[in-house]
């Protein structure tokens, strides 16, 4: 029952691990006009998000920062989302 268990998690990890690697991957296939939805489902939560509103806000501003990762390992990636579109990519070498 033991070992059932440990393979389980095992497999659980691989699968989780490739997925965020083909997250990484799909960063770069994200374009301007793609809505907030969309992004989320290619390529997951953000590692960093700041918001600029406030009480005389006519839409809400969100940046998002994907770090390095595996797949996509030298790039920082800054999408830009206002009113839950993106309107801007930034995508820096990092060292």
């Known amino acids: 029952m033991h070992s059932r268990l ?5 497999l659980c990890a691989i699968v989780a691990g490739s997925a965020h690697a083909q ?6 296939f994200i374009r301007k006009g793609m809505q907030e939805g969309e992004v989320l489902q290619r390529i997951g939560p953000p590692d960093h998000e700041s918001r600029v509103s406030g009480p005389n806000a006519d839409v809400e501003v969100k940046t998002w920062t994907y770090f390095p990762a595996r797949r996509d390992p030298q790039t920082l990636s800054i999408f830009t989302l206002k009113g839950g ?9 990092s060292r």
């Open 85 to 93: 579109v993106v309107v801007e990519i930034d995508r820096k070498i």
């Open 23 to 28: 997250d990484a991957w799909e960063r770069g």
């Open 6 to 10: 440990t393979l389980i998690f095992a």
